[in-house]
């Protein structure tokens, strides 16, 4: 059964480095929530140390830039580590190909042009047409606002008959920007893999983002040790599952993605509303709360 929580500092103690969650949890896309900020920048002022970990499909830089553009403070985190860097690793290591066919927005193109140095002496990745493709790099779709997984089925099938891998850049399924729900790469990546194509994924709830969290942390001198890490979001299928998966505690914050679902206070999820949520999906994070504070 998952404990209720108030606050992170009701628990904070016994953990060294967060593992936190940024859309729904830090920001709506749009702008920081000010109570979270604060949250993060108090358990750093206590020594503790925060890794920013999105299933953002760009890599880390980019990410950054987003932050600094929506306000959040430098002082809230001390690295970030995204979905964008693990599959891009992937890429380079040449998991779908080195001719490979977009399929993303122009925001994204960082993913292609950004190149890590340990990557710099690997064979160049060439963006083509689907036609001229050996696989797939899907960092969502074209127009996010408007568009759905399903208008990408002809594509899907094609490249199914083709017998192409399609590398996720981020599993996510939705996003809440601002009031609006989107869909992410996650959903088209399902859909290809409901029709019978192969997607690979590396972002959250997969192990390869974690390895990467973890080695990226022990490079700064810090404990990676499970027990010293609390991971926290508001993706049951995305944290709480891969921060399970990983063996790490675990913290839902309940009034993101799912906070229809635990009553009319987003600040104060029902518990029996929330305990018969979670055994419907048979899992059980460490502890929950309404919004990160």
Not at 32 to 39: E, K, N, R, S, Y
Not at 163 to 192: E, Q, W
Request: hydrophobic share 40%.
């Amino acid at each position: 059964m998952t404990r209720i929580i108030q606050s992170l500092s009701d628990v904070s103690d016994g953990y060294e480095t967060l593992f936190c969650d940024l859309w729904g949890c830090l920001h709506n896309g749009r702008a920081p929530f000010p109570a979270a900020v604060a949250t993060l920048q108090s358990f750093r002022a206590g020594g503790g140390h925060v890794v920013l970990l999105t299933n953002a499909p760009r890599p880390n830089g980019f990410v950054e830039t987003q932050l600094d553009r929506m306000g959040v403070p430098r002082d809230a985190w001390d690295l970030i580590v995204s979905s964008g860097d693990a599959a891009q690793a992937a890429m380079f290591s040449g998991a779908v190909g080195r001719k490979v066919y977009h399929l993303g927005p122009e925001k994204d193109l960082g993913f292609f042009t950004d190149i890590p140095a340990e990557f710099a002496d690997e064979p160049e990745i060439v963006r083509v047409p689907l036609d001229a493709a050996e696989g797939i790099v899907c960092t969502g779709p074209f127009n996010d606002l408007t568009e759905t997984p399903e208008d990408y089925r002809a594509t899907l099938l094609y490249a199914k008959t083709k017998g192409l891998k399609l590398l996720c850049s981020n599993p996510d399924l939705v996003v809440d920007y601002g009031d609006k729900r989107i869909y992410c790469a996650g959903a088209i990546a399902a859909l290809y893999d409901e029709m019978g194509g192969e997607s690979l994924y590396y972002g959250k709830p997969h192990p390869p983002i974690y390895d990467l969290a973890r080695r990226r942390l022990a490079a700064t001198g810090q404990d990676a040790r499970n027990d010293r890490i609390l991971a926290l979001g508001d993706g049951i299928n995305t944290d709480i599952q891969g921060g399970i998966g990983e063996g790490v505690d675990t913290l839902f914050v309940t009034g993101g993605l799912a906070g229809e679902a635990f009553g009319p206070d987003v600040e104060a999820p029902d518990a029996g509303l929330l305990e018969s949520w979670l055994d419907e999906r048979q899992l059980s994070p460490t502890y929950s709360i309404g919004r990160l504070r």
